[in-house]
């Protein structure tokens, strides 16, 4: 566990991934100096990685599939090996109907059943099957956001990259990668993320901010739709949520403390009006979990 003071920066980073170190020490009351050491112990012990999660309708990776997967033989040979796809963002073991869960990010409902054939043909995989999410009510790691306006050329390309590598990456390193000033690499910089192009945020360890235990669940749902996704969503707990259609209306994963906590976040999800728990899973291990995208060497027809 961190102390109350790291557990504040690694929340401030995960709300902003380039908070200045001034910013950040006005913010718990240190000094610039503690505070840099302070963050650079937690990025090196990866307590929190800090990256940069470019939006979904930049790179053509708007198809969502939520798999879930019954195997033969080892769950986490078969995990390991599903992880390595690289449109896998997210694979976990759990403990309930089935015997690990994946996110799939592809450009279209096409590549996304090509990629769950190749999923499917995985040694030891006796099942998949298949959530389409529609719309992204929650997300801890991401906000959930509109694209604005904006053209991207060649060097803002070149910089999403970096910014994926190493959401923290210093001005002055971006600045020689892509061969414009200081301040005009800012510019780009701040463009990118107001747009939102990209967001810079840190991807903490739960454990590490006292959430030892994840969850799943897959729900169905009576009367409006949005209206029951966004109660789920406003519940202590729920890190992530999402609509579709499959075998539930409503997916979602939530974090607490201890096993009897994650029962209680349930419980709270049951509680609200229209809702119907039809399966939920304990995650036992997470194998992966990436936001890093294929971006394109030149810029997608000159635009996003």
């Given at each position: 566990m961190l102390d109350a003071v790291d557990a504040v920066l690694v929340r401030e980073l995960q709300r902003d991934g380039r908070a200045t170190f001034q910013a950040l020490a006005d913010r718990v009351g240190l000094s610039r100096?503690?505070?840099?050491?302070r963050v650079q112990h937690l990025l090196e012990t990866q307590v929190v990685r800090v990256v940069?999660?470019?939006h979904a309708a930049?790179?053509?990776?708007e198809a969502i599939g939520h798999v879930s997967v019954t195997v033969e033989g080892s769950a986490r040979e078969v995990a390991k090996a599903v992880a390595e796809r690289p449109a896998v963002s997210f694979t976990a073991l759990t403990a309930g109907p089935y015997d690990l869960v994946a996110q799939v990010r592809t450009r279209d409902d096409a590549a996304l059943a090509a990629e769950?054939?190749?999923i499917r043909s995985v040694p030891g995989v006796r099942?998949?099957?298949v959530f389409r999410s529609v719309a992204t009510v929650r997300d801890t790691h991401t906000v959930v956001r509109e694209l604005g306006e904006v053209t991207l050329d060649d060097i803002d390309w070149r910089l999403l990259h970096e910014l994926q590598r190493d959401g923290r990456a210093p001005y002055t390193r971006?600045?020689?990668v892509i061969g414009l000033s200081q301040a005009a690499t800012r510019a780009?910089?701040?463009r990118l993320m107001r747009t939102g192009v990209i967001q810079v945020t840190g991807l903490a360890d739960p454990l590490a901010l006292g959430a030892a235990e994840l969850g799943g669940f897959g729900l169905?749902?009576?009367g409006g739709l949005r209206a029951v996704a966004d109660a789920v969503a406003a519940q202590d707990g729920v890190r992530y949520l999402a609509t579709g259609f499959g075998r539930y209306d409503i997916v979602g994963q939530a974090e607490a403390a201890s096993r009897g906590e994650l029962v209680s976040v349930l419980d709270a999800i049951r509680s609200v009006p229209g809702v119907t728990v039809r399966e939920s899973w304990h995650h036992l291990d997470v194998v992966k979990e990436s936001y890093t995208v294929e971006l394109p060497a030149q810029p997608l027809n000159g635009s996003s």
């Amino acid at each position: 566990m961190l102390d109350a003071v790291d557990a504040v920066l690694v929340r401030e980073l995960q709300r902003d991934g380039r908070a200045t170190f001034q910013a950040l020490a006005d913010r718990v009351g240190l000094s610039r100096t503690a505070v840099r050491a302070r963050v650079q112990h937690l990025l090196e012990t990866q307590v929190v990685r800090v990256v940069g999660i470019v939006h979904a309708a930049v790179v053509g990776a708007e198809a969502i599939g939520h798999v879930s997967v019954t195997v033969e033989g080892s769950a986490r040979e078969v995990a390991k090996a599903v992880a390595e796809r690289p449109a896998v963002s997210f694979t976990a073991l759990t403990a309930g109907p089935y015997d690990l869960v994946a996110q799939v990010r592809t450009r279209d409902d096409a590549a996304l059943a090509a990629e769950v054939d190749q999923i499917r043909s995985v040694p030891g995989v006796r099942a998949a099957e298949v959530f389409r999410s529609v719309a992204t009510v929650r997300d801890t790691h991401t906000v959930v956001r509109e694209l604005g306006e904006v053209t991207l050329d060649d060097i803002d390309w070149r910089l999403l990259h970096e910014l994926q590598r190493d959401g923290r990456a210093p001005y002055t390193r971006l600045a020689h990668v892509i061969g414009l000033s200081q301040a005009a690499t800012r510019a780009r910089v701040v463009r990118l993320m107001r747009t939102g192009v990209i967001q810079v945020t840190g991807l903490a360890d739960p454990l590490a901010l006292g959430a030892a235990e994840l969850g799943g669940f897959g729900l169905l749902v009576t009367g409006g739709l949005r209206a029951v996704a966004d109660a789920v969503a406003a519940q202590d707990g729920v890190r992530y949520l999402a609509t579709g259609f499959g075998r539930y209306d409503i997916v979602g994963q939530a974090e607490a403390a201890s096993r009897g906590e994650l029962v209680s976040v349930l419980d709270a999800i049951r509680s609200v009006p229209g809702v119907t728990v039809r399966e939920s899973w304990h995650h036992l291990d997470v194998v992966k979990e990436s936001y890093t995208v294929e971006l394109p060497a030149q810029p997608l027809n000159g635009s996003s």
